[in-house]
C-alpha cells in the first residue's frame, strides 16, 4: 500500500525579471517526500516557454535538503534547456551546498554563494583563503621560471 504523500501547498515561488533572468524561491523541505509534488508543479508552472537567460535559485527558505532536492535543481535545469553556466544558487547553508557539489550538472563551475556566518573573524579568514587560493599556481609558475632558466644558464 502506497503511502500517501503529504501536500505542499507552497513548495516554491516564481519570479521573472525584465533580463529575462528567471527566480525560483523554495520553501521548506526539498527532499525524498517532496520532491514528486515538487518536481510536478514545476513542470506545470514553467510548462512550454522560452529559455530564460539564467536562473537564480534561492535556498533562503528552505529546512531541509537532500539528494532528491538535488535531482529537482538538475530538472530544473532541464525543463528550461539551461546549462549550468546560467545557474546561481544563493543562500545556501553549508549542509546543502555538500549536497549539492555531488551533482555532476555536465559543466564544471555553478556560481554557489552560501550564506555568510555573521562572526566578523570567520569573514576575514574565508576571504583571505579565497584571495589566496589561486597564489599556489602562482608559486609553482615562478618556480618553474627560475629552474628554467637555471638550467638554460648552465648550457647556452
Same mark, same amino acid.
Given at each position: ?13 516564481i ?7 528567471l ?21 506545470a ?10 536562473? $537564480? ?14 535531482m ?6 532541464r ?16 549542509d ?8 555532476? *550538472? ?23 583563503i ?6 599556489? *599556481? *602562482?608559486?609553482?609558475?615562478i ?8 638550467? $638554460?644558464?648552465?648550457?647556452?
Amino acid at each position: 500500500m502506497k503511502a500517501a504523500l503529504p501536500s505542499h501547498p507552497r513548495l516554491f515561488e516564481i519570479r521573472e525579471d525584465a533580463d529575462g533572468i528567471l527566480a525560483v524561491m523554495f520553501y521548506g523541505q526539498i527532499d525524498i517526500t517532496t520532491a514528486p509534488a515538487l518536481l510536478k508543479q514545476l513542470y506545470a508552472s514553467l510548462g512550454p516557454r522560452k529559455s530564460p537567460s539564467g536562473v $537564480v535559485v534561492d535556498f533562503k527558505h528552505v529546512s531541509r535538503f537532500d539528494d532528491y532536492g538535488a535531482m529537482v535543481v538538475l530538472q530544473l535545469l532541464r525543463i528550461l534547456k539551461l546549462s549550468q553556466k546560467q545557474l546561481d544558487i544563493v543562500n545556501i547553508s553549508p549542509d546543502h551546498q555538500k549536497t549539492i557539489s555531488l551533482v555532476d *550538472f555536465g559543466q564544471p563551475d555553478c556560481r554557489i554563494k552560501s550564506r555568510r556566518s555573521q562572526n566578523l573573524i570567520i569573514q576575514l579568514g574565508e576571504s583571505t583563503i579565497d584571495i589566496l587560493r589561486g597564489g599556489g *599556481f *602562482f608559486v609553482e609558475f615562478i618556480g618553474a621560471m627560475v629552474v628554467s632558466i637555471g638550467r $638554460v644558464m648552465k648550457r647556452p
